[in-house]
């Protein structure tokens, strides 16, 4: 049976991850991941280093920051991969964001293509169009386009 080497290389986690070698070492400038040296100056991965950028992938594309990505890492193992009650607990910590991305995501859908995809340009109909100002009680930027947990209308 073969065994599994401890530590991959730049290449090779590139090549598992799917994650080109400058994302990586961006992620590890940034501090979401991390490496050791080689005796040849080579960055070496643990293997557990493939679920973390899995994870950041993840969370890249429902849209989390880097930032919250980095707080999320932060509360995790780095010296083994993190277990399933670990991902329970950050998918618990993110579900009022995400929801809230959800309903930001349904306000535009439901509104702009209303409004820009019709192409009738009326301004007699248009969900959006903020007569005489009466929005900006609201606060700045299109009110009618935040989530509604942000105060959106």
């Known amino acids: 049976m073969t065994r599994l080497a401890?530590?991959?290389?730049?290449?090779?986690?590139?090549?598992?991850?799917?994650?080109?070698?400058?994302?990586?070492?961006?992620?590890?400038?940034?501090?979401?991941?991390?490496?050791?040296?080689s005796a040849g100056n080579q960055r070496r991965y643990s293997r557990s280093v493939l679920r973390r950028i899995a994870f950041i992938r993840a969370a890249q594309r429902v849209g989390l920051s880097?930032?919250?990505?980095?707080?999320?890492?932060?509360?995790?193992?780095?010296?083994?991969?993190?277990?399933?009650?670990?991902?329970?607990r950050l998918s618990r910590d993110w579900q009022h964001e995400l929801d809230a991305r959800i309903d930001a995501?349904?306000?535009?859908?439901?509104?702009?293509t209303g409004c820009v995809g019709c192409g009738c340009l009326s301004l007699r109909s248009c969900a959006l169009y903020n007569n005489d100002d009466e929005l900006a009680r609201y606060g700045p930027g299109a009110s009618k386009l935040r989530p509604a947990v942000e105060g959106g209308i």
Not at 12 to 24: F, I, N
Not at 105 to 112: G, P, V
């Open 66 to 88: 880097l930032e919250d990505i980095s707080s999320a890492l932060a509360t995790l193992p780095e010296d083994h991969a993190p277990t399933k009650a670990d991902w329970a």
């Open 105 to 112: 995501l349904q306000r535009l859908r439901d509104r702009l």
């Open 6 to 37: 401890e530590h991959l290389s730049i290449g090779q986690v590139a090549e598992r991850s799917g994650v080109p070698h400058t994302a990586l070492r961006f992620y590890e400038e940034k501090g979401l991941i991390s490496s050791e040296r």
